[in-house]
């Protein structure tokens, strides 16, 4: 599962196991995937209760997921946009996706998720020439970090005007803030987070749920 901000494991477990209300289809899907080699790339349930809510808030019904995993991101959103929703979820695995599909069609939300297997890059260049400008209402960006510069940039002519990118793993791996003499500079996302904070059709912010969550709204 992935790391968290949160350094008490009784605060951890109160947020995970209390207050979020996790379906017992996604704590299965949860526990099946805990037992893979990976498993630290799952979000933990509070995450999820967090990308329900934004996609709640501003009502999005079209969506991009950039990095299924076996889907428990893409059930959260799915869920929350409703049945009139669609998801487009962009990963490479067939194995991880394979799980993610058995537990949608579980969830009743299948019909709502377009799986696309193929690099995420080509599938949002697709999505523009295609004219899907401007379309889309949310995008969740959890892959490999590296790219996540590249994905940002493809997603933002396609977000309409007040619509909602949310990024994983913002702080990299924030123990390294606590070492001494630690240069925050020097975190791997530190100049990308730096180009969002700056970039004028934007607004940015980090939320301190599971390892960092950036929020960047369009103006």
Known sequence: MSKSLLKSENVTHYVNAVIVRETELLER??????????????ITPDQGAFLS????????????EIGTFTGYSALCIAGAMGPEGKLIA?????EWTGIA????????????????????IATLNKLLESGNAERFDFAFIDADKPAYED??????????????????????????????GYD????????????????PRVEAMIATVGAGMMLVRKK
């Open 29 to 42: 899907l949860r526990q099946e995937t805990s037992r893979l080699p990976e498993a630290v790339m799952q």
């Open 53 to 64: 809510m934004q996609v709640r808030l501003i009502r999005a019904t079209h969506a991009i």
């Open 90 to 94: 962009c990963d490479i695995s067939e």
């Open 101 to 120: 599909r058995r537990y949608w069609k579980q969830a009743g939300v299948a019909e709502r998720i377009d799986l696309r297997l193929a690099p995420a």
């Open 151 to 180: 994905y940002f940039n493809r997603i933002m002519p396609l977000l309409r005007p007040g619509g909602l990118i949310v990024m994983d793993n913002s702080l990299g791996d924030s123990d390294h803030f606590d070492r001494p």
């Open 184 to 199: 925050p500079a020097t975190c791997p996302m530190h100049a990308f987070n730096m180009k969002l904070r700056d970039d």
